[in-house]
């Protein structure tokens, strides 16, 4: 066993013997504890200064008989598993005066791997300015995360950020550099409050070239409508080298504990990259359409459901993920025989396409959530099921989060993934992974 693997467990360990000997002596002191007092009038600081600490150690255990496996490793791995450790720190700030405001959240990651050992990135997931010279005016300048659509774990009309990670939907996005306004207005009627958020994105080998390789200047934005008690949105995204866009989303609480959305998203002249199983690839050209439709649902156990249906017309059919494997199959094989690495290399020119996550047309997403069951409190167990519509696979991921203390939180998670050859889970790289965190705020 890893010692940094040794140490996380004494950690735990540690932190729940403390936690349980001060529950006991503070239940004492609070008993004997005057309150009685007059709370003066506290000034609010013109700016905030928040940290947080996260120590996170994964544990893959591989399928070497995976086709994605043999396409990174060939044979050239014996291990079964693979570790990682991760040091996160993220400093989160931000200054008000008057009518300006300055937001930054900042990011630097420590890693050790056996592959790369010791490796460091620092990046600004988000820094920018505000200027809002009026209740119904805002300004925006910098690197911002525009929080479009509203599906919990996928978003097919968030056409100005990265997409969301599909097992850690709350994780944190990092942004891209923009200009963008805010006009809002409340008014009586059948629509009670419109917003009104034009957008502009430079693309450069600078700014924002992950979206793009050509230099451009991106141009959107989104009309929001708050009308029959329903929140809706309409958004477009307009290139001169990308594809155009245009999208609509909406959320409806239909009780307090039950709200259901929905997001659709239409991508013009979509180019789609295909290989075949000889390792022909080909460009086809089309109208994407991609839907989402979902509920949230909060019983009266404290038992939250989410639930989302997810078309992804930017992905593949069941067939051509089925060719991409079996060129990898083929590949593999050729490598075997003549050890010729020409068509397993060909396989991953491709493999940005395909292995990216949701890559095939059609996904069922299912978080149940039980808060404080047994009345432990602070205690959350969940349990995540990812379907793949298009192939029959699947991963099932539970999860378990405590919080003992205000600023401390232990996660616990480990997904299984389950499917048939050449299916999109049953080719991953991983049988399963443990993934353990703790999490200091401060």
């Not at 155009?244 to 259901?260: M, Q, T, V, W």
């Not at 239409?266 to 359409?289: M, R």
């Amino acid at each position: 066993m890893k010692p940094v693997f040794v140490i996380l467990i004494i950690w735990f360990m540690t932190v729940f013997l403390y936690v349980s000997a001060f529950s006991k002596t503070s239940d004492d002191i609070l008993t004997d504890l005057d309150l009685g007092f007059k709370v003066e009038e506290i000034k609010k600081k013109p700016y905030s200064i928040n940290a947080e600490i996260e120590i996170t150690e994964t544990i893959r255990v591989l399928d070497q008989d995976a086709l994605l496996f043999k396409q990174k490793y060939l044979d050239k791995k014996k291990e079964d598993m693979a570790w990682q450790t991760d040091f996160d720190l993220t400093l989160e700030g931000e200054f008000q005066k008057d009518t300006i405001r300055l937001y930054g959240r900042f990011n630097s990651l420590l890693y050790y791997n056996e592959e790369e050992n010791f490796e460091s990135q620092r990046k600004a997931e988000e820094a920018y300015i505000s200027f809002q010279p009026s209740f119904i005016w805002a300004f925006d300048a910098g690197k911002k995360v525009h929080k479009w659509g509203k599906g919990y774990a996928f978003s097919p009309s968030a056409f100005f950020s990265r997409p969301r990670d599909i097992d850690d939907p709350d994780a944190t996005l990092e942004g891209y550099y923009s200009l963008s306004a805010d006009y809002i207005k409340s008014m009586e009627g059948l629509v009670k409050t419109i917003a009104i958020t034009p957008v502009l994105m430079p693309v450069t080998r600078e700014l924002n070239h992950e979206i793009n390789l050509k230099d451009e200047l991106l141009w959107g934005g989104k009309v929001y409508l708050f009308v029959f008690d329903t929140d809706m949105d309409f958004m477009f995204l307009i290139s001169d080298n990308m594809d155009k866009r245009f999208g609509i989303d909406f959320s409806k609480n239909l009780s307090p504990a039950f709200e259901i959305h929905g997001d659709a998203a239409l991508v013009k002249d979509y180019q789609q990259y295909i290989i075949d199983e000889y390792g022909n690839i080909s460009e086809q050209e089309y109208t994407a359409f991609s839907l989402l439709l979902g509920l949230r649902y909060l019983s009266s156990r404290d038992t939250t459901y989410i639930f989302e249906y997810y078309r992804n017309g930017q992905g593949y059919s069941a067939r051509e993920y089925k060719k991409y494997l079996t060129f990898i199959k083929t590949g593999f094989d050729q490598y075997l025989n003549t050890s010729s690495q020409a068509s397993i290399s060909k396989s991953r020119t491709v493999s940005a396409y395909y292995n990216q996550q949701a890559a095939m047309r059609g996904y069922l997403y299912l978080k149940v959530s039980q808060k404080d069951p047994f009345d432990i409190l602070y205690f959350v167990p969940a349990i995540t099921f990812v379907y793949n519509i298009s192939d029959q696979s699947a991963s099932i991921t539970p999860q378990f989060t405590y919080s003992p203390l205000t600023n401390l939180t232990l996660d616990l998670k480990t997904p299984f993934l389950m499917g048939e050859s050449k299916t999109e889970y049953g080719e991953k790289m991983n049988k399963t992974k443990f993934v353990i965190s703790i999490k200091y705020f401060f």
